[in-house]
Protein backbone atom coordinates (compact mmCIF):
# COMPACT_ATOMS: atom_id res chain seq x y z
CA UNK A 1 0.00 0.00 0.00
CA UNK A 2 1.89 3.76 -0.92
CA UNK A 3 1.40 6.48 1.26
CA UNK A 4 -1.53 8.16 0.26
CA UNK A 5 -3.57 5.11 -0.13
CA UNK A 6 -2.16 4.32 3.75
CA UNK A 7 -3.56 7.79 4.88
CA UNK A 8 -6.86 7.68 2.73
CA UNK A 9 -8.43 4.31 3.32
CA UNK A 10 -7.59 4.05 7.35
CA UNK A 11 -10.26 3.71 9.39
CA UNK A 12 -11.30 3.08 13.14
CA UNK A 13 -11.43 -0.74 13.47
CA UNK A 14 -13.89 -1.63 16.67
CA UNK A 15 -13.47 -5.91 16.19
CA UNK A 16 -10.35 -7.60 15.76
CA UNK A 17 -9.74 -11.59 15.04
CA UNK A 18 -7.44 -13.62 17.72
CA UNK A 19 -4.82 -13.86 15.40
CA UNK A 20 -1.52 -12.24 17.20
CA UNK A 21 0.71 -8.90 16.02
CA UNK A 22 3.96 -10.29 15.34
CA UNK A 23 6.74 -8.71 16.80
CA UNK A 24 8.79 -7.07 13.75
CA UNK A 25 5.29 -5.58 12.90
CA UNK A 26 4.78 -4.01 16.26
CA UNK A 27 8.16 -2.51 16.33
CA UNK A 28 7.34 -1.22 13.10
CA UNK A 29 4.62 0.64 14.95
CA UNK A 30 6.73 1.53 17.59
CA UNK A 31 9.43 2.95 15.53
CA UNK A 32 7.00 5.14 13.39
CA UNK A 33 5.27 6.79 16.78
CA UNK A 34 9.05 7.91 17.45
CA UNK A 35 9.44 9.23 14.12
CA UNK A 36 6.93 11.72 14.78
CA UNK A 37 8.17 15.56 14.87
CA UNK A 38 8.22 16.91 18.39
CA UNK A 39 8.95 20.52 19.35
CA UNK A 40 12.87 21.11 19.53
CA UNK A 41 13.02 17.67 19.01
CA UNK A 42 13.01 16.89 22.34
CA UNK A 43 10.93 14.09 21.75
CA UNK A 44 8.62 14.77 25.31
CA UNK A 45 6.75 11.20 24.73
CA UNK A 46 6.47 7.73 26.81
CA UNK A 47 4.77 4.67 25.69
CA UNK A 48 3.31 2.05 27.84
CA UNK A 49 2.39 -0.99 25.46
CA UNK A 50 0.12 -3.81 26.63
CA UNK A 51 0.61 -7.15 25.17
CA UNK A 52 -0.74 -9.40 28.06
CA UNK A 53 -4.53 -10.76 27.51
CA UNK A 54 -5.54 -10.63 31.00
CA UNK A 55 -3.67 -7.02 30.94
CA UNK A 56 -6.16 -5.67 28.68
CA UNK A 57 -9.18 -7.89 29.58
CA UNK A 58 -8.60 -6.10 33.32
CA UNK A 59 -8.13 -2.53 31.49
CA UNK A 60 -11.53 -3.37 29.35
CA UNK A 61 -13.62 -4.71 32.42
CA UNK A 62 -12.01 -1.31 34.47
CA UNK A 63 -13.25 1.37 31.62
CA UNK A 64 -16.80 -0.72 31.64
CA UNK A 65 -17.06 -0.13 35.36
CA UNK A 66 -15.99 3.49 35.31
CA UNK A 67 -18.72 4.01 32.44
CA UNK A 68 -21.35 2.74 34.49
CA UNK A 69 -20.20 4.64 37.46
CA UNK A 70 -20.26 8.12 35.91
CA UNK A 71 -23.57 7.83 34.18
CA UNK A 72 -21.92 8.60 30.64
CA UNK A 73 -23.28 5.38 29.38
CA UNK A 74 -25.63 2.89 29.87
CA UNK A 75 -24.83 -0.98 30.89
CA UNK A 76 -24.95 -1.67 27.26
CA UNK A 77 -22.51 1.15 25.40
CA UNK A 78 -19.93 0.36 28.99
CA UNK A 79 -20.24 -3.43 27.20
CA UNK A 80 -19.38 -2.60 24.02
CA UNK A 81 -16.69 -0.77 25.14
CA UNK A 82 -15.69 -3.65 26.71
CA UNK A 83 -16.02 -5.92 23.82
CA UNK A 84 -13.48 -3.67 21.44
CA UNK A 85 -11.07 -3.10 24.18
CA UNK A 86 -10.73 -6.42 24.99
CA UNK A 87 -10.21 -7.61 21.94
CA UNK A 88 -7.32 -6.00 21.21
CA UNK A 89 -4.12 -7.85 20.87
CA UNK A 90 -1.64 -4.52 21.65
CA UNK A 91 -2.70 -1.51 23.57
CA UNK A 92 -0.46 1.23 23.35
CA UNK A 93 -0.53 4.43 25.43
CA UNK A 94 0.92 7.43 24.37
CA UNK A 95 2.32 9.51 27.60
CA UNK A 96 3.88 13.32 27.55
CA UNK A 97 6.67 13.63 29.83
CA UNK A 98 6.59 16.93 31.84
CA UNK A 99 10.59 16.54 32.40
CA UNK A 100 11.12 16.44 28.75
CA UNK A 101 10.02 19.83 27.65
CA UNK A 102 11.92 22.60 27.76
CA UNK A 103 9.94 23.92 30.23
CA UNK A 104 6.33 23.53 31.63
CA UNK A 105 4.68 26.47 29.90
CA UNK A 106 1.49 26.57 28.46
CA UNK A 107 2.61 26.77 25.03
CA UNK A 108 5.60 23.90 25.98
CA UNK A 109 2.91 21.86 27.20
CA UNK A 110 0.64 22.01 23.82
CA UNK A 111 3.85 21.70 21.59
CA UNK A 112 4.55 18.37 23.46
CA UNK A 113 0.62 17.21 23.05
CA UNK A 114 0.60 18.02 19.37
CA UNK A 115 3.62 15.76 19.02
CA UNK A 116 2.22 12.74 20.66
CA UNK A 117 -1.25 13.55 18.49
CA UNK A 118 1.60 13.41 15.25
CA UNK A 119 2.83 10.05 17.25
CA UNK A 120 -0.72 8.42 17.42
CA UNK A 121 -1.57 9.54 13.52
CA UNK A 122 1.99 7.73 12.72
CA UNK A 123 1.00 4.63 14.15
CA UNK A 124 -2.61 4.58 12.94
CA UNK A 125 -1.37 4.88 9.13
CA UNK A 126 1.58 2.64 9.56
CA UNK A 127 -0.79 -0.06 11.08
CA UNK A 128 -3.27 0.09 8.31
CA UNK A 129 -0.03 -0.19 5.61
CA UNK A 130 1.06 -2.83 7.64
CA UNK A 131 -3.00 -4.65 7.21
CA UNK A 132 -3.55 -4.32 10.75
CA UNK A 133 -6.44 -2.60 12.32
CA UNK A 134 -6.27 0.48 15.00
CA UNK A 135 -8.34 2.12 16.66
CA UNK A 136 -7.40 5.81 18.81
CA UNK A 137 -9.29 6.35 22.29
CA UNK A 138 -8.84 9.75 23.80
CA UNK A 139 -10.10 8.20 27.53
CA UNK A 140 -6.46 8.55 29.19
CA UNK A 141 -6.71 12.02 28.17
CA UNK A 142 -10.23 11.99 29.91
CA UNK A 143 -9.56 9.85 32.91
CA UNK A 144 -5.89 9.80 33.13
CA UNK A 145 -6.38 8.23 37.04
CA UNK A 146 -7.89 5.00 35.43
CA UNK A 147 -4.48 4.88 33.93
CA UNK A 148 -2.10 6.31 36.77
CA UNK A 149 -4.06 4.12 39.00
CA UNK A 150 -3.93 1.03 37.09
CA UNK A 151 -0.05 0.97 35.84
CA UNK A 152 1.57 3.36 39.02
CA UNK A 153 2.14 6.27 36.38
CA UNK A 154 4.46 8.68 37.77
CA UNK A 155 2.83 12.58 38.53
CA UNK A 156 5.04 14.20 35.58
CA UNK A 157 3.80 11.52 32.88
CA UNK A 158 0.76 12.13 31.59
CA UNK A 159 -1.67 9.83 29.49
CA UNK A 160 -2.58 11.26 26.25
CA UNK A 161 -4.34 8.60 24.15
CA UNK A 162 -4.54 4.67 23.62
CA UNK A 163 -4.42 2.67 20.04
CA UNK A 164 -6.09 -0.77 20.47
CA UNK A 165 -4.25 -2.83 17.70
CA UNK A 166 -4.79 -5.85 16.15
CA UNK A 167 -5.74 -7.69 13.01
CA UNK A 168 -9.14 -5.83 11.44
CA UNK A 169 -12.27 -8.22 12.29
CA UNK A 170 -14.37 -6.26 10.51
CA UNK A 171 -14.07 -3.05 8.26
CA UNK A 172 -16.29 -0.25 8.64
CA UNK A 173 -17.83 1.70 5.59
CA UNK A 174 -15.49 4.34 3.77
CA UNK A 175 -16.62 7.60 5.68
CA UNK A 176 -17.72 10.91 4.84
CA UNK A 177 -15.41 13.63 4.23
CA UNK A 178 -16.56 17.47 5.00
CA UNK A 179 -14.66 19.42 2.13
CA UNK A 180 -17.39 22.04 1.33
CA UNK A 181 -16.22 25.46 3.41
CA UNK A 182 -13.31 23.21 5.22
CA UNK A 183 -10.27 24.72 3.01
CA UNK A 184 -9.22 28.54 2.34
CA UNK A 185 -6.77 29.34 0.54
CA UNK A 186 -4.93 32.64 0.66
CA UNK A 187 -7.11 34.20 3.52
CA UNK A 188 -10.43 33.22 5.20
CA UNK A 189 -13.07 33.97 2.63
Not at 7 to 27: A, G, P, V, W, Y
Not at 47 to 64: M, P, Y
Not at 155 to 179: C, F, H, N, S, T
Amino acid sequence: MDCLEGILKRRSIRKFTDENIKEEELEALLNSAISAPSPHNEQPWEFLILKEKHTIEKLASKLKEEYIKSGKADEEKAERTYRIVSSAKVILIGFLNIKKLRSDSHNERLMGMQSLAAAAENVLIAANCLGLGAHWRAIPLVRPDIFSDMFRIPDYVEPQWMILLGRPGALPKPKYLQKEGVFHFNGWA
